[in-house]
């Protein structure tokens, strides 16, 4: 039995540890205009500690200090939350918490991705409805069935549920749940006027899915504004 | 006491230093493509120095030494303007400086960034009168109450007051003055057909809330132009 | 006569050698917005050897020890694949290896790339036909007769064919063999709501055709849907 | 006296030497989109040397033992070029030489870049007339008087001519040397369906012009297709 200090959660020379791993994807995500102006987020989840980047700082300027450590399981949002590990800095939790949580809870994630991205908020604002909707793209092929299932076919229609936004994130907790459970086959779930929370087995599978829905999203877009029928 | 040379004014093996970090961030700002063409600006203020980046020069290819360092307080425009430290180089004072004053005089702003964003641009042109607005944005939580107050509400509708442009910059001083005198509560300004100014208590909250501006020109814009309603 | 050990075909110094410039090339690309969400992949043809990048993975993280080496000719798909070297991961082999054979077989090129970028899918969709076709424009000169030949004119009329897509890449084979053999001068294949095949004599010639085929492909959107001719 | 070898004027640890400026440069303008798949090109006159880009490759891997020098004044087409140096390898020298030339003969210019950059296109596509013309944007202010002389003011009206494009590069010359001296005061000639020449008293000059410009051709774009008025 060993006496795990705290530090040594968000300390690795391995750069695919968790805690290095945020920082870099969270430049990348800035750099493709996910993560700007403080929003967006991600976490990852190695079998029972979950790692997140903290909320309110540019997520470009992230170091594996910054980094907050929780148990899982642990239910949101009845319970206070429990911390293995938090930053020594004054910064705030996330507050996509208990959204990462639901991808973790119904869907078995190893990692849930929150963007900000502009392909997806137009998407919700020309899909006024509560689905957004396309098909025969070869792009579809890149998103597993729920998200951690089988790869979707070609021949298979995405379906992304929508809800919608409130002024406080940790509200869309379980609106974001009913929609997961209504559209049991979705890898993600927009979020009207707000992003999209896209996840995965693993952060590579998370990372991926979210690069190929926002392909789709953006796509989309342009199919719409150009007068073509994104469903055959 | 001691004597202060004024070169070590800008000498720093900090990386956050003001003299490090306007070079960085204007590095940042040129592949964002809001300071091209020579075009835009940034100061930081720590309590009573001011920092400012030089005029007509490539702001990607800026070094510490060629900043400009004033201090504050300080008369504009009726005053000379005095240095505590100039560049060496035969380089020009940022005539953006008494509209950055704007900002420390009438918001108590430690930093104030200026771009020539296409999307602010693209904003002043197809928002013809005298203010943009845009609610129901998710990023509009990232703007403070008049750039330094408290963050804005999902439910707030955002007011970014747009003045005339000048042939010379420094003759937007009054008319941006009074723009932030009609609009307390606004936390930028833009200048038609020209860019915006945006302003913050450091330089951390100026460039994140730069960030949300310009992503709420964005999507306003592409809104406009799609036919959807910017205000519900 | 030496025993040559498989490892030794992707470890050198040398960074123009396959198994270096692929990883890079695939950042590149994944820049550019080509092979993003695992989609797209690119090979090189050295003599006797092709080297290919692994399929389903990030593109942009791929190293040399990911890198297949396939030994030239080889039949498909009728034969069972045979390899000079599999990296010691589970990674699959690229699905587009019989596309990429076509271009060999057809057209003895020694490079091949398929990118997935939104410019080639908006052209199968703007083009609802059997071939994209633009004229006068200056790109058109850095595209080869047959993808190999002598370079095109300002004055030729630029045709890449467009087939239709389908579940599996590889069923793509045939159709795609037989668009090559009714447009011999065609230097690509695009592939409905896929994206687009494009070879060289060598790699240089393969990326710098894939980057005027793309820009052509982006201005054709731009002016279509501008209201402008294409072809004059 | 010293005998010259010409290799030494390549070789220099100054990063600010022509010869490693050009390389530097071509990689930012490659990933600005104006000098893709070999197209576009820089060169810079140092008193009676002026260093050129090779034509025909990828301009993002330029190194400094490519640049080709030539001697100032020379006379086009007339005479047989004369090189002061020119790379071992088998590389072509640019097909913009005579036009760089211009520059240097028309306008005294020290720098001279060439882009195919989409919106100098689109540009020339959305002005079917002999020039573009765009008033009250204040990236106009970055722009001189004939390239070469006074900064414009916000209240000029910006006139680039348009000449039309030719099979071979070199034909422009004539067509452009009128086009220069029938808008004396152009600091740029667009080349339908082609790109665009701008030139500065040095590089800088160059560089930041032809960013303005761009940024002017970009927003004019924008606005013609949004219905917008682009001079008042």
């Given at each position: 039995m060993s006496l795990e200090i705290p530090e040594s959660l968000v300390i690795s020379s391995d750069p695919l540890h968790p805690a290095n791993l945020i920082p870099e994807l969270c430049r990348t995500f800035y750099h493709l205009g996910w993560v700007t102006g403080t929003g967006g987020g991600i976490c990852i989840r190695l079998d029972d500690k979950v790692y997140i980047a903290p909320s309110g700082v540019q997520k470009e300027r992230i170091h594996p200090s910054h980094i907050f450590v929780l148990p899982y399981p642990q239910a949101f949002p009845n319970a206070d939350r429990v911390f293995l590990r938090r930053p020594a800095l004054d910064l705030k939790e996330s507050a996509c918490t208990p959204l990462f949580w639901n991808s973790f809870d119904l869907r078995g994630a190893g990692s849930c991705i929150h963007t900000h991205s502009q392909n997806a908020v137009m998407a919700t604002l020309l899909w006024p409805g509560p689905v957004f909707t396309i098909s025969?793209?070869?792009?579809?092929?890149?998103?597993r069935i729920g998200g951690v299932g089988a790869a979707m076919s070609y021949l298979d229609t995405l379906e992304v549920p929508i809800i919608e936004n409130t002024p406080h994130e940790e509200d869309l907790r379980e609106s974001m749940a009913e929609a997961m459970k209504k559209y049991p086959d979705a890898a993600a779930v927009l979020v009207r006027r707000h992003g999209v929370y896209v996840w995965g087995l693993d952060w590579q599978r998370a990372k991926t899915q979210t690069e190929c829905l926002d392909y789709l999203f953006e796509v989309g877009v342009k199919m719409k504004l150009a007068g073509l029928q994104t469903v055959l």
């Open positions: 025969h793209q070869e792009m579809i092929k890149g998103v």
